[in-house]
């Protein structure tokens, strides 16, 4: 079965400063990688994700991840963090098959990680 | 355009009451998801409709839990006699199919669910 791991529960960075939110997988065979957000009292929102090719993917309000296949990672990071990326972040994982066969289509999500942009 | 809509956004409820949770997808999504987010929990898938297949169901918790999904369309998520740990938000995603690329899913803002 896949997994999805954050481990960092809570991550504070200054406004300005690059952001890092890790996220490591467990999958067999070729991952697909999501990554979504949420802010408070609203649902997830889609910001990048990661099928084939390029293994940095660049997506919404200037966020961009890295795929790596040795690692089993696909950190998400932005160059100069604003305050307004305060949120909470959720990295998932479909498994193989998902997006061109009869596989699962059910994401697996990581327990999330709460950005914090200090002013 | 419009997004997928849930109903109510909060729901509070007493310990033993049957619950109904209400999800409009985007128009012309034929997928739809179900999950649970709780404290400690993340997010738990827990059923899916695809055109008129048969629901995946393995994410139920329980069998309190059921789904119905009426014309392609509305879905509604019924938990009977609510017990406190099924205090959580409710969140509903659709895409416009499970594979290829749109399988991306665009999430509801959920209903908050409280059981006293």
């Known amino acids: 079965a896949q997994s999805v791991a954050q481990p960092e529960d809570q991550v504070n960075v200054a406004e300005g400063n690059p952001l890092t939110v890790k996220c490591t997988y467990s999958?067999?065979?070729?991952?697909?990688l999501f990554w979504y957000v949420q802010y408070p009292n609203r649902g997830l929102q889609f910001l990048l994700k990661?099928?084939?090719?390029?293994?940095l993917v660049k997506g919404s309000y200037g966020f961009e991840a890295e795929f790596n296949k040795s690692q089993t990672s696909f950190h998400l990071k932005k160059p100069s963090a604003l305050v307004s990326d305060s949120a909470l972040y959720f990295c998932a994982v479909l498994p193989p098959g998902g997006y061109s066969g009869a596989g699962s289509y059910q994401l697996t999500f990581g327990k999330g990680t709460k950005l914090s942009v200090i002013p | 355009g419009a997004g997928v809509s849930q109903s109510p956004s909060n729901k509070v409820t007493e310990k033993g009451k049957d619950v109904e949770l209400r999800c409009d997808p985007i128009s012309g999504h034929t997928a739809l998801y179900w999950y649970r987010q709780s404290l400690g929990q993340g997010l738990e898938f827990l059923i899916y409709f695809q055109g008129n297949s048969a629901p995946d169901k393995s994410g139920l918790p329980s069998d309190r839990f059921s789904a119905e999904r009426t014309g392609g369309s509305v879905s509604t998520l019924t938990i009977q006699r609510t017990q406190q740990e099924d205090s959580a938000v409710y969140l509903c995603?659709?895409?416009?199919?499970?594979?290829?690329?749109?399988?991306?899913?665009?999430f509801g803002p959920g209903t908050r669910l409280t059981v006293l």
């Open positions: 990661y099928i084939t090719g390029d293994n």
């Open positions: 999958v067999s065979g070729n991952p697909y």
């Open positions: 995603a659709s895409s416009l199919g499970p594979r290829g690329v749109y399988n991306e899913q665009f």
